[in-house]
C-alpha cells in the first residue's frame, strides 16, 4: 500500500493565523479513502455522524487572523479526536479511533468488510500523526509569540443520540476536562456571550475529547476547550430526520455570527 494509493487528497488543510487561538476540525471531513468505501453498509455511505459544515459555520475565521486546522477525511477512516492507543475517554458507550458503530448503533462496516489492520498503520501514520504534530507545532508557535496560546476543538452533533445520551442536548455544549484543560477565564468569556435564545452547558456529557484533554496544559500557557454544537442550531431539521443534511438559511447567520463573537471574546482574553 502506498500513500498515492490511499490519499487523494491532502489529510487536512491547514491556515496558519496571528493570533493566539488556533481552531481545529478534526470530524468535519467527508472524504473516504478507497478501502473504507468499499466496506461501508449503506446508512454509513451517508456519513451520518459528520460534523456538518463546520468549516462554513467559522467562514470568518481568516478574516480575523484565526488560524485553524481543517481534516479531510471522515471519522470512519479515523477519528482524529481519539488517543493513538486508542484507550477509551468515556466510561459509557462511545465510538474508537476507528469507528465500527455509528452514532445510531448500527454497523459502520458491512460484515466482514472492515479496514485492515494495514491500512489502519497507514492512516494512524499518514493522517493522525501529521494532524496532531501540526497542531502541536502551531501551540508552540503562538505561544512564544503572544506568551500563550488557545486551542478551540470545533464539532457538532445531533440533539439527539440516545446511544449516547438521553434526552435532548443544549445548543452549546462547552467542555474543558472539568476545568483541567484551560484556565477559567476562557469558560466565563465564551459562556457569558451567548444569547438567550441559545441554550448551553459547561462539562456535561461532553468533557472535551482527546484534543482537548491532550493539549490542554494551562500550567504550561496552552489552553484548549471543546464546542460540541448542537446541529439543532443550523440544519434544515425535517432533512435531518431522513440522513440529508443542509443548511437552515434562517439559522445560519444567527448562529455564525454567535461564534464570530464567541471566537473574539477568545482572541481579546488576557492570560
Known amino acids: 500500500m502506498t500513500t498515492h ?27 473516504l479513502t478507497a478501502e473504507v ?9 451517508k456519513l451520518p455522524d459528520t460534523d456538518w459544515f463546520i468549516p462554513e459555520l ?35 458507550k462511545t ?42 507545532q502551531e501551540l508552540a508557535r503562538l505561544k512564544a509569540k503572544f506568551g500563550y496560546a488557545i486551542l478551540f476543538d470545533a464539532h457538532s452533533i445531533a440533539a439527539e443520540v440516545p446511544m449516547l445520551f438521553d434526552g435532548v442536548l443544549p445548543d452549546f455544549n462547552w467542555g474543558t476536562n472539568e476545568g483541567k484543560a484551560c484556565d477559567e477565564t476562557i469558560a466565563n468569556a465564551v459562556t457569558q456571550i451567548l444569547r438567550p435564545h ?16 491532550h493539549f490542554g496544559q494551562p500550567d504550561n500557557n496552552i489552553h484548549a476547550i471543546q464546542l460540541e454544537l448542537s446541529q439543532a442550531t443550523y440544519l434544515n431539521d425535517e432533512l435531518a430526520k431522513q440522513s440529508e443534511y443542509q443548511l437552515d438559511e434562517k439559522k445560519q447567520p444567527l448562529i455564525t455570527q454567535q461564534l464570530k463573537d464567541v471566537i473574539e471574546a477568545c482572541q481579546h482574553l488576557s492570560l
Open 5 to 31: 494509493d490511499v490519499l487523494t487528497v491532502p489529510a487536512f488543510d491547514f491556515i496558519q493565523g496571528d493570533s493566539p487561538l488556533l481552531v481545529s476540525m478534526p470530524h468535519s471531513g467527508l472524504n
Open 58 to 92: 467559522y467562514d470568518f475565521l481568516e478574516s480575523l487572523g484565526v488560524g485553524f486546522i481543517k481534516a479531510n477525511y471522515s471519522r470512519y477512516v479515523i477519528d482524529l479526536n481519539r488517543p493513538y492507543d486508542d484507550k477509551p475517554l468515556y466510561a459509557t
Open 95 to 136: 465510538t474508537g479511533l476507528f469507528p465500527d458503530i455509528l452514532f445510531e448503533d448500527t454497523p459502520v462496516f458491512a460484515e466482514g468488510k472492515a479496514s485492515s489492520d494495514e491500512h489502519k498503520t497507514f492512516c494512524k501514520e499518514h493522517i493522525w500523526k501529521p494532524y496532531h504534530g501540526t497542531i502541536e
Open 198 to 213: 441559545y441554550t448551553q452547558v459547561l462539562n456535561g456529557r461532553f468533557k472535551g475529547g482527546y484534543i482537548t484533554r
Open 37 to 45: 468505501q468499499a466496506g461501508l453498509t449503506d446508512q454509513a455511505k
